[in-house]
């Protein structure tokens, strides 16, 4: 505060409004409101809505009462949101460590010096662009049992037998996997790059003089430079990945017997097919508190570490 | 223990951006030698390629007698202070001095003795837990001396390394680099623009200028026998001054004044070179002596700085601080012909 305003405040002359809007926490919380709202009306009513659906025996058309835990009992008997469940686990899991791997590997190449170095770096991005429908529908091609490019290839010049990729339980959920990883990994690869890009070279050239390899630049280096942003795009990536909807319900949705169910297409066909939106509600809400979990433990892993 | 030397060594940079030029210099073991020049004379690609961060074009670098053009910056036995210091941010002092130590496999109890004395002695003992980011400027510039330190190489590089500090620490630290270079019997090369770190720290100066090595020598003859205009100009604060004279036999004519050189220089035309403080406030009969208008006074305590003309030249005048001049003045200043300079016209190298 300038000495002028301190001077006029010690005089009286200055309101005791002046003095709120210079405190910094009021002035803060003040700035916050309007944030605060926007997220209550876009973000907090559709869950509580949500959740309060998961405890009712509400019905397309209809809008119920509360049950309490009934809908939540009746999931633990059903072995289709078993199968959903652990899914969603396998989905969720497989995927993101072959992300994360395939990433990194895609942002330290994308990080040398090549030509057409532009270019090859947007084309790269390219399967995150594709709007998922569309290249959902393309893979959906492939892996036809008459028309698959990836069958002709393995017939022609690997001499492998046809696989039915979608058509099998033991192939369907892998099939699944490919494409959300291959959906996947332009996100990592390009977040890890620019987290690449901010560390000076001269670290690099400090530690190089210093002797260390270049595996030991990359484990003593790279890797905890880019912690913050690995921790950051993994529980990104997590918590879309455990949501995920569009791929497989336009890949597989359930086919084969239910056996690629993920909790979210589970969760449409009971509710929003079958009509059960009190059910499918309750089935969508299970990994709420699982991804609660994970996100603190991140959050406050990020933090103390600092 | 090792000396370094570099023979007709080039760097270009794609782009024909010619980086140092034929550079041959030796570097004796134990010696601190300064390299100095304005920025982008080459000073710091220089130590770069003797560190093996960047390729040699032509020539070679020898440490000791081996030749290392291409032998890794690992297995050069030399350690590097960066000018942004480059500590790593995620680890601790202790961690980022023990790095170099731990790349090489060296015993966990050894890495432990040496951090510790070398914290000792940098008075860094109670900071080894922190981070850098939780340093002050000066710290960190330690921490990355610390670290060259603890590796105990026989080449320490620094390029800048107090460029980053405030005047008055950077005279400490100049004092303590003196120190550690005589407790270490190691050989420092030390890339700087500034001719008092240059002047102050340096067994022997290197002075360049786009990439070519104007002089090497020690600073007292860097300063007293400058091997061409550039570098009388660039060593030496106020800079000599340069007064275009004809010659004719000893006789040197200026506009406003002349004056007889010790010997014949054998040019006709040329810059005359007198650094301030050759002009005294006491001209004897009979010697040279010139004029000054006077047009700025500077008054430094210790010195006295008087600007001004004489004839069509600017002149600059070092005087006792006691002389009562007002700008506007004329002054009957003595020039001491023992400390003149003579630069041929055309290759402006010196003559006299
Ligand atoms: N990687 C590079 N690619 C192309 N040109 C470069 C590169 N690095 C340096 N140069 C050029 O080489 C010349 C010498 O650069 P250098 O960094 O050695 O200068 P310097 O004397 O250290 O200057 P400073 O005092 O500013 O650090 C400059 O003209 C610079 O532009
Ligand atoms: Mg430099």
């Known amino acids: 505060m300038g000495a002028a305003v301190r001077g006029l405040e010690a005089r009286g002359l200055m309101g005791p409004r ?60 059903d072995t289709v949101f078993i199968q959903s469940f652990a899914n ?14 395939l990433g990194l590997l895609m942002a330290l190449l994308l990080n040398q010096v090549f030509p057409a170095q532009r270019f090859v770096r947007a084309a790269l991005l390219l399967p995150w662009i594709i709007p998922s429908v569309l290249s959902t529908l393309a893979w959906r091609w492939m892996f036809d049992p008459t028309f698959s490019v990836v069958n002709w290839v393995a017939l022609h010049y690997l001499h492998l037998p046809s696989v039915n990729w979608l058509g099998t339980t033991s192939t369907a959920l892998v099939s699944l996997m490919i494409v959300n990883t291959w959906r996947g990994i332009p996100f990592y690869g390009i977040s890890f790059l620019a987290g690449l890009q901010t560390i000076p070279t001269e670290l690099y050239e400090a530690a190089r003089v210093d002797g260390a390899t270049r595996f030991q630049q990359f484990r003593q280096i790279t890797l905890p430079m880019l912690r913050p942003i690995l921790v950051v795009v993994l529980l990104l990536s997590t918590i879309l990945t455990f949501g995920d909807f569009t791929l497989p319900y336009v890949l597989t949705n359930c086919a084969p017997y239910n056996s690629t169910c993920v909790l979210s297409t589970w969760a449409f066909q009971i509710g929003v097919n079958g009509g059960y939106i009190g059910i499918g509600a309750a089935i969508s809400l299970v990994l709420f508190p699982l991804l609660s979990i994970i996100v603190a433990g991140v959050l406050i892993g990020l933090r103390s570490r600092d | 223990m090792a000396s370094v030397s570099y023979e007709n060594v080039t760097k270009r940079y794609s782009g024909d951006t010619l980086a140092v030029d034929n550079l041959s210099l030796e570097v004796k073991d134990t010696e601190f030698m300064v390299l100095v020049g304005p920025s982008g004379c080459g000073k710091s690609t220089a130590l770069r390629m003797l560190a093996g961060l960047e390729d040699i074009t032509e020539g070679q670098i020898k440490i000791g007698d ?15 202070v960066f000018q942004s210091y480059a500590l790593y941010p995620h680890m601790s002092v202790y961690d980022n001095m023990a790095f170099g130590l731990k790349m090489r496999g060296t015993p966990r109890a050894d890495i432990e003795r040496r951090v510790n004395t070398a914290a000792d002695v940098l008075e860094l003992g109670p900071l080894l837990k922190r981070k850098p980011r939780q340093l002050s400027g000066g710290q960190r510039q330690r921490v990355a001396l610390g670290r060259a330190i603890v590796r105990e190489p026989q080449v320490f590089l620094l390029d800048e390394p107090l460029s980053n500090l405030d ?51 020690p600073p007292r003859e860097i300063y007293g026998n400058p091997a ?30 002349e004056l007889e ?27 040279a002596g010139l004029d000054l208008k006077v047009e700025v006074v500077e008054i430094l305590g210790s010195d006295q700085f008087l600007y001004g003309t004489v004839g069509g030249d600017s002149i600059t005048a070092r005087v006792d601080p006691h002389l009562k001049v007002q700008p506007g003045d004329r002054v009957r200043l003595g020039v001491d012909t023992r400390r003149l300079h003579l630069f041929d016209s055309a290759t402006e190298k010196a003559v006299l």
């Open chain 1, 18 to 77: 002046v003095r709120i809007l210079d405190r910094e926490a009021p002035l803060g919380y003040l700035l916050l409101v309007p944030l605060l709202l926007l997220l209550g009306l876009f973000l907090a009513y559709p869950f509580l809505f949500g959740i309060w659906l998961s405890v009712t025996n509400a019905q397309i058309g209809d809008n119920g009462h509360f049950v309490g835990a009934a809908n939540y009992q009746y999931e633990r008997s």
């Open chain 2, 261 to 287: 050189l010790p010997h014949a220089p054998g040019v006709e035309k040329g810059t005359l070179g007198i650094r301030p403080e050759a002009l005294t406030e006491a001209p004897v009969a009979g010697h």
């Open chain 1, 88 to 101: 969603t686990i396998t989905y969720t899991a497989v995927t993101t460590v072959f992300k994360l791997g």
């Open chain 2, 66 to 80: 081996k030749v290392v053009n291409d032998m890794p910056p690992r297995d050069r036995d030399i350690a590097m």
């Open chain 2, 228 to 257: 061409n205009m550039y570098v009388a100009g660039f060593i030496g604060s106020p800079t000599m001054n340069f007064i275009p004279v004809t010659v004719q036999g000893k006789t040197a004519k200026a506009s406003g004044f």
């Open chain 2, 167 to 217: 005047a008055k620490l950077r005279v400490q630290t100049r004092i303590e680099l003196q120190k550690q270079h005589r407790a270490l019997h190691a050989t420092f090369i030390y890339v700087t623009h500034d001719q008092v770190e240059a002047m102050t720290m340096g067994d022997r100066i290197a002075v360049m200028r786009d990439g070519v090595l104007q002089q090497v020598a």
